[in-house]
């Protein structure tokens, strides 16, 4: 992986995706011929950066801000799925499209675009990012200890504690690759909540209607949980982590070796079969996510906010939306959930600011590469893991923190979305993979909206 400074080496004419050569001409720089493989199962291969993104996007704050809606305002808040699904694909689209264009992460892009103001503006966000995840890392370590409570294995803090030091350990050791595949094993538990929907006494006609029709309550409750479920969906750790995760696909590719192999470093057959496997990867983590928040809305709606308004205050109540589904197993299955999804967030969280960071400062970052080849990198992720595992001492209840995060994620979304949209936009930088009408369109809406619900829950709140 390449520092923004050093120079990289422009395509050829013909190598260019909008050049008229046959598709079998081999890729440039050394790049492997474009793969024979056809059909779903090369599609099934493929799914990588975006699945990660949409595993971790379904977080234990996420599960915990979908459950309090769920059981605070049963199907009402529906209709946000329905409105933020294109937002979050087409976001998640333009980051993923930044690092296939350019082999930079959206630090080292942004150092790039910006002048010394501007620079100085994006670092101040990172930096708060940095600590906002450090906080969430408090409530996801909380949630995996509340967990491991559930299972009867013993206190909270204790395992909070664990856990923190333990994705710390594995990470600083190389050790991601080995994360990623165990606990998005463990993040299938999720899908749990849509098989409740089978056997939960769901009003489908009034899901139909709450998901199509917006139902808006002007209360500081109401709005603060529709800004905490958009700000879990639209999270700006999620904008830094597609594109830097992206860019270590591309370079652990096999036609890469140590580099990114840009699209235009790549044969017009293999330009654009990489952008399309890309788009179906994103849209598929993302439909994940989306269809686990879907079903936990509606499951907690069924079951524990049929009961009337509940405000959820522990792990154990929010796993009785499970149980007409699994009974006693309800636990287990929503420990797993909370567990797998947990730890694959954590690192997820380090790992966005602390690449966003690094990047602009012209440093060497990523996972791939040990401790010693990048020290400020992994010194913001310990900064991370182990600063939020320590504020999970401070006492708070890591449900009610977790919806909490999700509103702080809300509330700083658009400043990082625009940054996102100025980048994506610019021809310079990304030359003919710039954001088309469409993207362009969708991508200033998404910071026109969450702009608008950040700037009504903090009129509201005071």
């Known amino acids: 992986m390449t520092s923004v400074d050093e120079p990289r080496v422009p395509a050829t004419e013909d190598a260019s995706p909008r050049g008229d050569t046959a598709d079998e001409m081999p890729d440039t720089n050394g790049a492997a011929p474009p793969t024979t493989e056809h059909g779903a199962w090369s599609y099934v291969k493929g799914l990588g950066p975006g699945l990660v993104t949409g595993a971790s996007d379904d977080d234990p704050s996420g599960i915990a801000t979908y459950s309090q809606a769920g059981a605070s305002f049963r199907y009402s808040l529906l209709w946000t799925a329905l409105l933020s699904f294109p937002f979050a694909v087409t976001v998640q689209e333009i980051c993923d499209r930044t690092a296939l264009s350019t082999g930079q992460n959206l630090g080292e892009l942004t150092k790039q675009r910006f002048h010394r103001w501007g620079r100085r503006a994006v670092g101040v966000l990172l930096a708060a990012l940095l600590s906002a995840n450090a906080l969430n890392i408090a409530a996801d370590v909380l949630a995996i200890g509340a967990g491991m409570h559930l299972l009867g294995a013993g206190p909270v803090t204790l395992w909070a504690a664990i856990s923190g030091v333990t994705v710390t350990v594995l990470v600083m050791t190389g050790s991601f690759t080995m994360i990623t595949r165990v606990f998005k094993v463990l993040c299938i538990a999720l899908l749990a909540y849509v098989v409740v929907l089978f056997f939960a006494d769901v ?18 409750d109401y709005l603060a949980l529709v800004v905490a479920v958009l700000g879990t969906t639209i999270s700006p750790y999620l904008f830094f982590w597609q594109s830097a995760d992206r860019v270590e696909e591309l370079a652990e590719a096999d036609e890469g070796g140590d580099e990114p192999v840009t699209l235009d470093e790549r044969s017009p057959h293999g330009a654009r079969s990489k952008e399309r496997h890309a788009r179906f990867d994103v849209i598929s983590g993302i439909g994940f996510s989306y269809l686990v928040m879907f079903a936990i809305i509606v499951s907690t709606g069924s079951t524990i906010g049929a009961k009337g308004a509940t405000q959820i205050d522990s792990a154990a109540q929010a796993a009785e939306a499970l149980r007409p589904a699994a009974g006693d197993a309800a636990s287990v299955l929503f420990a797993l959930g909370f567990i797998g999804s947990g730890m694959l967030a954590v690192p997820v969280l380090a790992g966005s600011a602390a690449s966003g960071l ?29 600063g939020g595992t320590a504020l999970a001492f401070v006492g708070l209840n890591p449900i009610s923190l977790l919806v909490v995060v999700a509103a702080i994620n809300g509330i700083a979304a658009a400043p990082f979305l625009a940054v996102v949209m100025l980048i994506s936009d610019d021809r310079t930088i990304m030359g003919d993979h710039a954001n088309g009408r469409i993207a362009r369109t969708i991508g200033w809406a998404a910071v026109a909206l969450m702009g608008l619900a950040a700037i009504m829950l903090i009129v509201l709140s005071v």
């Open 203 to 220: 009003a489908w006609r009034d899901v139909v209607v709450q998901t199509v029709v917006p139902h808006v309550e002007f209360s500081q």
């Open 358 to 386: 690094a990047g602009l400062f012209g440093r060497d970052w990523g996972y791939s590469k040990g401790a010693r080849d990048a020290p400020v990198f992994y010194v913001l992720v310990g900064l991370g893991t182990l």
